[in-house]
């Protein structure tokens, strides 16, 4: 005899809103709910790839198989509170020399990089006789950090951070810019949204998971259970009318 479907307490509360909220849904979005929600699942969308994963971290070693997300970079720190304070979100940084300019102590920091890097003596990279303008971004707290006035410290330092293979933003750690890349580069769906769209390709495990568990009997089960639950009873009755 096949075994039921066993629907704990929690499962049900979070069930019974979701009902609540959502009157009109089907039997297959509410089935969907609840696997979702009983084997703790957290699809996204890699619209780059244009795949659907099961979760972030299958979305990020997927992304990794194909390029890294981050490479290493090394920066030049110089310190000056002119030019970066503990209310500078975002700068803009010179890989030769370290100069920084910051968000919110210069009027337009990203022209003024492009002739910082145009002019700096120590930027001898070249592209057809002209230096080159390269130049690093981030909106790391922790890098920006970095560049607070240190008063003891005068001469610039070098130290090793992480550049986005994506956006090229600076992060001081490899966590950070994978952190980045979950919160800016994927989109979370619903499993409902997941099974109802056909343009987007359903990464193969994921995929079987799903078609394993979308099947009339584990439906018919999921229905069973409900049936006993009397704050259930009117869905039931609605989905079998």
Known sequence: MTKGIEIS??????LQHFLHETPEVEL????????????KLHPVLYPKNKVIYQNAEDAVRAAEKT???WKEAEIKITFSRESVNELTKKIYICPFSG????????????????DWVSNCKENTERIGGLKV????????????????????VKEPIKRTVYSSALSG????????????????????????????????????????????????????????????????????EKWLA
């Open 133 to 152: 303008k390269r130049f690093y971004v981030s909106e790391d707290p922790e890098v920006i950090k970095n560049y607070l006035d240190k008063t003891k």
């Open 67 to 69: 390029n890294p997300l």
């Open 169 to 236: 933003k600076i992060f001081n750690t490899k966590e950070s810019v994978i952190e980045d890349f979950k919160k800016n580069y994927l989109k979370p769906l619903s499993l409902s949204e997941v099974q109802s769209q056909n343009r987007y390709e359903i990464e193969e495990s994921f995929l079987e998971f799903i078609q394993k568990q979308l099947v009339e009997d584990k439906i018919a089960q999921f229905v069973e259970a409900l049936a006993d639950k009397k704050e259930f009873v009117p869905f039931v």
């Open 99 to 114: 100069k920084v300019f910051g968000d919110n102590t210069h009027p337009n920091p990203q022209d003024a990089i492009y």
């Open 28 to 39: 297959v979005t509410a089935y969907l709910y609840f696997i979702q929600n009983k084997f």
């Open 9 to 14: 307490a929690d499962l049900s509360d979070k």
